[in-house]
Structures are given as C-alpha cells and as structure tokens.
C-alpha cells in the first residue's frame, strides 16, 4: 500500500487535515439545521429543548400542505413528459441525420447555460404574452398557476433528461438496432425490445434528475407561479420573509430528505448502468469455475 | 474439386441477383455499378480490401442500405427496397452485435419471437439451432459471459433459427484470432453444407476466401473486377489487382505484340497468350510458386527465363523463399525444401524461368 504516489509525513496530515475541513464546510449547515429543527424555541437560531412541534406544525399548516402536493403535481408531470420529450430528443440528435441537427443539438444546450433568472424573467414574458393572446383570441381567462409552473420545468428539465439519455446513447451500438431489424423486429418493436432496454438506466437517471430539479426550482417558478398556485419552495422563500421560526427548519429537513433520497437512487441507477454487469460477472466466474462437462472429466468418467 | 464451378447460375432463380447496383454516400460512390447473380445454396465470397464497397453491397442484400440505382432482386422478388424486417435474409453482423441485455436463448429466440412463432414452436426451433452451433448447456449465459468462438456460435444460431433463405456474414471470423479462425472456416463449411442455405460472406482475408468459397467476387473501390471459383481466379486473375490481391505474385511489366505475344519492359519477346489489343499495356502473372530456378547457361530449352542476381533467401521451414533482383523488377521464387537440387548462394547470378502454362498475361 506504501506506494511513492502515496502523500507522507506532514503532506499526509495537511491533506488529510484539509479534506476534514472541507466536509466540515459542507455538513455543518446541515447538522445545525437538523439540529434546530427539534429546536423548542420560536427563534430560529436559539436551542431551546428538544421538541417535534415543528413538524407537526409542517403538517398541519395548510397552505404548506398545499404547496407540498402543487410541487409533487408539478415535479411527476414535468418529470414525465419531459422523459418522454428529452428521450426522443436524444435517440434522434443520436440517430438520425437531418438538416439543422447542430443547430437543434446546440439550442438543446441553451436551458441548462442560460442563468435561472434569465430563464425566468422569459417564463414571466412568455406567459403574459402567450396568455393574452390567447384570451384575446378564445376568450379565455388563462391565470399563471400548476399550469405554467409545469410548462416552465418541462422546458429545463427537457435539456437535462436529453443530456443524460444521449451519454447512455452514445455509448450503445447502432449495430445493436439494425441486428433488430434484420430479425424481423419493427421500428417499434426494435425500440422497445432492443433500443429501450439499453438505455434504461439513463432514461432513469434522467427522470430522477428531473425530478430532484423540480422540486429544488426557486427562482424560475417564482416568476412563472400565480396566484393560484405555488411550490414549496417558494412558499418556503416566501415565509422567510414573513418571519422565520424554526418551521422553515423543518420543511428544509424534510425537503433536503427528499432530495438526497431522489439524487441517491438517480446515482445508484447511473452505478448500474455504469458496471453493467457486476452480478452476472460473478455468475460468469462461478460458471468458468464449475464448467458444464469438460473433456478430461468425461474422460474419467468413462475410465471409472 | 467437388461441386465448384458447376453452379448452372442462368438457369434457376438466383438467390441474389444485383443488376446495375450503385449506392453513392453523397458524392462518394461505395459501389459502383454492379452486377451479380448468387446460386441457391452457392458459399459466396465477396472479397477486397477494406473500403472497396464489399460491406455496402452486404448492407445493401441485408436491406440496411437502399441501392441509389439499379435492381436487387432475392429469389426473383425486386426487394430494392423493401425495409430489412421483410426480406427472407438474416445477418452475423461483423462483432456479432448479440443483445447485451438478452440471454443466449433470448438472442436466438428474438427473431422468431418478432415473427409471431407460436411459443411451443420457438422452443424447439431455438434448442435445435443451439444444438447445431453446439452451444447446450450455455443458453441462459450473456453475451459478455461467452468467448469469441462461442459468441459468433450464437450469431449463427440467431440467424439461422429463422431459416433465412440467405445467410449474410459480415466479416464473420474477422475477430476471432488465428487459430480460433482456421477452425471456424472448417466449422462454417461443414454447416452451411449440412443447412444447405446459401452464404454470402464478406471478408478480406484472401485465403479464408480461398479456403472457404465456391466463388469469390474480387471488388475494389466500389467496382466488382472479377467473379469465379477460387482456382479461377488464382488461375486466370483478371488485371493486375486481383493477382495481386490473392496470393503471392510476380509481375512482369509488358505490353501486347499479338495474341500470342508479349514484349516485357527489358525488351524481349516472349509467349504469352492474351485477346487484348495489339499494344495493350499489361503485366505477366508469374506465382513464386510456379517459377523454376537454374544456373544462367543450364535453363531447359522449353522455358522462358530472365536473369538477375540473387539477393537473398528467405528459410520457411517447408520451403525457401528467393529473391532475385533484375534491374527492371524484383521476383520472388518459392521451392519447395527438398534435399539436393540447385541451391544458388546469394550474389550469385541465377535464371528466373518459367513455362507457358504457369504464366498469365494480364491488364496492368
């Protein structure tokens, strides 16, 4: 293990020292806001006994309660139709040859370069217009709300899912899709039997990210949100401003959970997708070490 | 010489018949302008360097190309372009392209399955063709569980489980390493006989192509040069690329004197059949093998011979390789190692000799 790549002496303690320091950067804010969370005081950085109030207050506070099930609307809604959208994207920038495909591919970019504020104030823009013109045509009363909060995470969440689709993509053959086709599969069927599978596990990482994305989103959905509808999130900033109590702990607690689990599961699909096949290389090695029948063995058969 | 050359190719339907094919990539033309009739249950070989279009042409019998212009017909159905799902061919892809997420059972079954084959039939048909590769006991394995040999077996079932009325190989032995090959063309011979379907297969491996086809094609840069039975086309090659594409080679550069005539560039006139014009720029095909070597004075009075110094000699074991350098060519003279006999020594002068049977006269 001593190899000379390897840091020693004082090197060794300032490194590790410094990667100690660096995680204690990153988890402090959260051990204190967990902390404080079970916090029995109305001042939000003061302890006070331990107490669960605060979550139960979480889930008594209807408009929080409200908030909570726009953002889990939003966030599946969103998740699933910019899946869809953002995979088909990419098995056509991946697969197909059409004329404007480097223009397409690199406007596809343009959601995830953008600043969130840039996108938003266009969110804002685009509805008012895009609302009164319709009104204006179909007499409608259109009003910002699950709609257009919707609408806007589609249109980030597209770019994310087509970029983590795309890398799994890349890395399959087209071989694969015309072996299919030679078999008599379809177009479709080649999709689904063949094209699907292989890219599954990116489908699915992408999803998740959409998901965690949704969720987390402040700044766009602020400006695309109306009156009749906000995320959680935003009710959450929206709060701060109304004076804190160690409610807003709690609801972070909660919301932090959420996204750790959703960014952990996006992760361990992208670890399988990534190895492949870790349990069936045990299989193969448990297979080479008991082979069905080699020569040798029939032989000793025969000569007992 | 057992059923080669007697394919009676006019008079049933052909498996394959390509008339005037030309599929151009932009302003790249892959294959240009060819014409070709494969026999039922004919191994055919479609054979050239790589890029000379012989994949293209593959693709496009596979129906994963559409021929630009020209007609391809399957059996006497026009099947241009009819999409790869609805033509009565099966592909072994070139690296096998098994279905990573897919059994072995699961990979053969695939094509059967997409054809809507009853269940309790696909069972059988799918154990009888694991068991014509000899895969049993494999069936549940993964591709990345299996080994070269036993993932091209599985490409061979997958395809052959349908019954194809033509099996298309892309390269099929291409990554399988030496001796692994050698035994898969014995392999694919014996079952492409005991199947009786006929084989197209593309490779650039000049002596799997002898090895293993009743006809080669010889193709390069898009143009199919020459079709016929091995030893034709070892025999009698056409031009100057297809002898030097199959096999070792000599070639004397020369021109046409008449038809029974040739002039080589150091001035002499020899016999040399052709039917070419009178002047025709051509090369006399000497194979290493085929050329005779004596002291300059002792050539025997039925040879034809030309003389130069002996640079070096090469020691394969079972034969000896001579290099003889004239100032105009250089040849390669290959006897085989037997004891006694004329053993010049290097720097010595020496003829070159030759019959008139053992040369062709062909286009430079």
Same mark, same amino acid.
């Given at each position: 293990?001593? !190899? ?53 207050? *979480? ?66 823009? *685009? ?10 045509? *179909? ?7 699950? @709609? !257009? ?46 094209? *699907? ?7 699915? @990482? ?31 900033? @929206? ?19 959420? !996204? ?11 670890q399988f997708s990534g190895r492949g096949g870790r349990p069936s290389l045990r299989a193969a090695r448990e297979a080479v070490s008991a082979p069905p029948k080699t020569n040798t063995q ?7 | ?34 014409? #070709? ?61 098994l279905?990573p997420h897919m059994t072995v059972e699961a990979n053969?079954?695939?094509? #059967? ?8 039939? &696909? ?12 895969l049993e006991g494999l069936e549940q394995r993964r591709s990345r569980q299996l080994s070269g040999g036993q993932r091209?077996r599985v ?41 009786? &379907? ?47 594409? &199959? ?111 053992? &040369? ?5």
């Amino acid at each position: 293990m001593s !190899s000379t790549v390897q840091p020693r002496g004082t090197t060794k303690i300032a490194l590790t020292a410094h990667s100690w320091l660096v995680y204690l950067f990153f988890f402090a804010p959260i051990f204190v806001l967990i902390v404080f969370s079970f916090s029995d005081d109305n001042n939000v950085g003061r302890w006070g006994g331990f107490t669960l109030e605060w979550y139960q207050d *979480f889930v008594e506070h209807n408009q929080l309660q409200n908030a909570v099930w726009v953002s889990v609307r939003v966030a599946l809604l969103s998740t699933v139709i910019s899946v869809v959208l953002g995979t088909l994207a990419a098995l056509a920038l991946e697969r197909f040859k059409f004329r404007g495909r480097k223009v397409f591919d690199a406007l596809l970019y343009l959601p995830i370069i953008i600043p969130d504020v840039t996108m938003a104030v266009m969110m804002l823009l *685009f509805f008012s217009e895009f609302f009164d013109l319709l009104d204006a045509w *179909f007499g409608l009363d259109l009003q910002k709300g699950l @709609g !257009s909060i919707t609408i806007s995470h589609i249109a980030f969440n597209i770019s994310f899912v087509s970029v983590v689709v795309r890398a799994r993509l890349a890395g399959m053959s087209e071989v694969l899709e015309e072996a299919a086709l030679d078999l008599y599969a379809t177009r479709w069927k080649t999709f689904r039997y063949v094209t *699907f599978p292989q890219i599954v596990p990116g489908v699915a @990482g992408g999803a998740l990210l959409a998901l965690t994305l949704s969720l987390d989103d402040v700044v766009i959905t602020q400006f695309a949100a109306g009156p009749g509808a906000t995320t959680l999130p935003v009710f959450v900033f @929206g709060l701060i401003r109304r004076g804190v109590t160690p409610l807003i702990n709690a609801t972070s607690v909660l919301m932090l959970a959420a !996204s750790v689990i959703l960014v952990a599961l996006s992760l361990a699909f992208q670890q399988f997708s990534g190895r492949g096949g870790r349990p069936s290389l045990r299989a193969a090695r448990e297979a080479v070490s008991a082979p069905p029948k080699t020569n040798t063995q029939i032989k000793e058969g025969i000569n007992q | 010489m057992s059923d080669r050359g007697d394919h009676q190719v006019s008079e049933q339907i052909a498996a394959v018949k390509l008339t005037a094919i030309t599929k151009r990539f932009g302003s790249v033309v892959a294959v240009d302008n060819v014409d #070709l009739e494969i026999a039922d249950g004919e191994f055919f070989a479609l054979l050239g360097p790589s890029g000379c279009g012989k994949t293209t042409t593959l693709r496009m019998v596979a129906g994963l190309e559409f021929p630009t212009e020209g007609s391809l017909k399957i059996f006497g159905d026009e099947a241009g372009t009819l999409p790869p799902n609805r033509r009565p061919v099966n592909t072994v892809f070139q690296d096998y392209a098994l279905f990573p997420h897919m059994t072995v059972e699961a990979n053969v079954a695939f094509g #059967l399955k997409m054809q809507r084959v009853a269940k309790h039939e &696909i069972t059988g048909r799918v154990q009888e063709a694991i068991s014509l590769v000899r895969l049993e006991g494999l069936e549940q394995r993964r591709s990345r569980q299996l080994s070269g040999g036993q993932r091209q077996r599985v490409a061979l079932a997958r395809a052959l489980v349908n019954r194809p009325k033509v099996l298309l190989l892309d390269e099929p032995l291409g990554a399988l390493d030496l001796k692994l090959r050698q035994e898969m063309q014995g392999e694919l011979k014996a079952l492409q006989r005991e199947v009786g &379907i006929t084989f197209v297969f593309v490779t650039h491996d000049q002596e799997e192509a002898l090895t293993m086809a009743d006809r080669i094609g010889v193709m390069n840069e898009g143009e199919l040069l020459q079709v016929g039975t091995p030893a034709e086309i070892y025999e009698h090659p056409v031009n100057r690329f297809v002898a030097n594409f &199959i096999g070792q080679t000599n070639l004397l550069d020369a021109s046409v004197v008449s038809n029974d005539t040739v002039c080589l560039a150091n001035g002499v006139h020899i016999p040399g059949k052709s039917d070419l014009p009178v002047g025709t720029r051509v090369a006399v095909c000497l194979r290493p093998e085929r050329a005779g070597m004596h002291p300059p004075e002792g050539v025997p009075a039925d040879q034809q011979s030309v003389v130069g110094r002996l640079e070096s000699v090469t020691y394969l074991g079972n034969a000896l390789v001579y290099t003889v350098v004239l100032d105009w060519v250089r040849l390669e003279v290959r006897r085989e190692n037997q004891p006694g006999g004329y053993r010049p020594h290097v720097g010595e002068e020496v003829a070159v000799s030759w019959t008139l049977d053992a &040369i062709s006269v062909v286009r430079a």
